[in-house]
């Protein structure tokens, strides 16, 4: 009795260790954010001593961070869309169709986790610009509406669900799109929110490659406009850090509405070979 009062004892600790290890850097961000410019070179508590709230309107009005927020928005919600709908369809044919080369195709795509985002980046920008597409919402989304790493993770999803239920449904007369969206897909709501979560922080917090394709605010995202609002404005920590905390909202959102479906995907991705 104990030693499991000494394990749990110990388990608590380290979680609430770790836990700290990841709240306090928001909190450092957040006391930050409410302090005076003048403070925030001076002051090195993590809580708060100074309770500026004006701080927030100010940064948001020094930069156009609503129509940043607005091009977040739209390219996280349209490569999370091409995500779901791209990745599933190449996971299900992965995972139940037969075709010439499937297995050999398949670990290229493994193969291609490993090659470097900077490998690709110059041709994918060589093709976007011949496009036309700098500096448009077609540049930010198109060249990332599938994703290597969503197809392998739907794909062993997949392989996990039992080939017996897509027997029953075809025996009943479903056609392979029918039995795609009315059985495989309610029965991979959480890979689906897992991947969905993934995505959607891939994309809200992507620099580089929005870095590269927008010239303009009016189609700069979020994290190319705290980049600007830092080189515009110096070192204003207290602004930089409130227009950094408003930024990570959507995420943390995100985040908590589907944490729960996000334990159960990776807990039950995989189990299957």
Known sequence: MRRSLRVNLARHVV????????????LWMFTTALQTRAETYTN????PTSWHWENFVKAWEAAPFGQYYLNSIVMAVGIVAGH???DALAAYAFARLSFPFKNAI???????????????IIPAYAIVADLGWIDTYWGLIV??????????LLRQFFTSIPQEIEDAARIDGCSRIGIFFRVIVPLSTPAFATLAIFSFLFAWNDFLWPLL?????EVRTIQ???ASFVGRYGTSWNYLM?????ATIPSIVVFLFFQRALVRGIATTGLKD
């Open 15 to 26: 979680l609430i260790a770790g836990a700290a290890f990841v709240v306090v850097p928001f």
């Open 44 to 47: 090195t508590s993590i809580f």
């Open 84 to 86: 779901l709908v791209l």
């Open 106 to 120: 398949f670990v290229v795509l493994l193969a291609a986790l490993l090659i470097p985002t900077f490998v690709t």
């Open 143 to 152: 060249p990332r509406l599938a994703d290597v790493f969503g197809i392998i």
């Open 213 to 217: 394709v927008t010239n303009t605010d």
């Open 224 to 226: 190319i406009g705290l």
């Open 242 to 246: 409130a227009g950094t905390l408003t």
